[in-house]
């Protein structure tokens, strides 16, 4: 597919499709990290001479105008972040917005309002989708988050532009993650977390395809180790994906990986955030407590894998770490992936505010901002964003 700089821009109208789908508390964007993800391909499209539409969706306003959803503090946001003046258009298709459009100039940034203010959008309705393409020339998708949504402003579009390209913002995710498909530097170790195997099962199989070592912890480890017959105590467990668990152990037998379980584990008698915790002496969890951490031993290994991995993919806490009393094994494992001299592809948003809440994010090679799209792309899905935009590039 082509990049943003394969394209001509200069007094071209360039619709760009980001993801600015940021928190708000009162009419405040309280984390601008996706619109700062936009920021150099925003910069450079001005920078070209291009005269700037940003489309974007904001919350689930299920095709209806709800106010508390205006994109208005978003642009705000993008203003301060630019040093320039961003435009927030009435809405995004329609008589105003085309007027609005005809009169910039070169350089100029317009922000169109709320994409899902209009069913159509999710619907990837083909007559939205042109009106969208008739407010440009060239259009470049930069919003990887929504990539695997088939939707009229990331893949109905492409349809009725002449141009089309990729961010780079969009760029770079597809590259980090198509190394790690394709030839990843060995041995590469692949560090799944999380509460639930049922939300992992696609990702698990992939990786079990292409990783040398798979790392497990979170919640869904306990599952695993059920599945070996270990005494897990009260400890959270898939009952009915204990088949599935044992069919991935037994997969990644037959392939050769290596898969770490937890050997030790910090206990507590209840879920709560204050209640007593303790280390466990071996792997077995006695009745009437639950795994809520990694142990040190455990920790201690998986950071020993992680030290001679030369490419490592992380997605997942290895416990309850918004919890000080649980968070030593997720913190062990963010600190050893930033330590480890590996090619490092992060995702998932626990993962993410793990390394931000250690402060090691500047220290890894690439973190996702896809959340779905990154696990569907490594699932081995098609994402039809980007489809869109390698059948246009032909």
Known sequence: ????????????????????????KNGQVTDATRIRS?????????????????????????????PELSLGPVAQELAAE??????????????LVEQHVRAMRNGDVALLENLRFHAEEEANEPAFAKALASLC????????GT?????ASTAGIVDYVSEAGAGFLLMAEVKALTGLLKNPARPFVAVVGGAKVSDKIALMSSLLERCDSLIVGGAMAYTFLRAQGVEVGISRVEEDKIPLATA???????????????????VAREFQENAP??????TAIESGWMGLDIGPRTRAAYCGLLAKAATVFWNGPMGVFEWKSCAAGTTAVANAVADSKAISVVGGGDSVAALVQTGRAADITHISTGGGASLELLEGKILPGVAALEAKAG
């Open 82 to 95: 630019l040093d320039k003046a961003v435009a927030l258009l009435p809405d995004c298709v329609g008589p």
């Open 137 to 144: 020339d060239v259009y470049v998708n930069d919003a990887f």
């Open 38 to 66: 936009s920021l150099a391909t925003v910069r450079y499209a001005i920078d070209q001479g291009a005269r700037v539409i940003l489309a974007s969706h904001l919350g689930r306003p299920d095709g209806k105008v709800k």
């Open 248 to 266: 991935l152990l037994a997969e990644a037998a037959r392939r050769g990986v290596s898969v770490a379980l937890p050997v030790d584990h910090v």
């Open 147 to 151: 990539a695997h949504r088939a939707h």
């Open 277 to 282: 915790v303790h280390d466990t002496e071996g």
């Open 1 to 24: 597919m082509k990049s943003i700089e394969d394209i001509q821009l200069n007094g071209r109208r360039v619709l760009i499709r980001v993801d600015f789908n940021v928190p708000l």
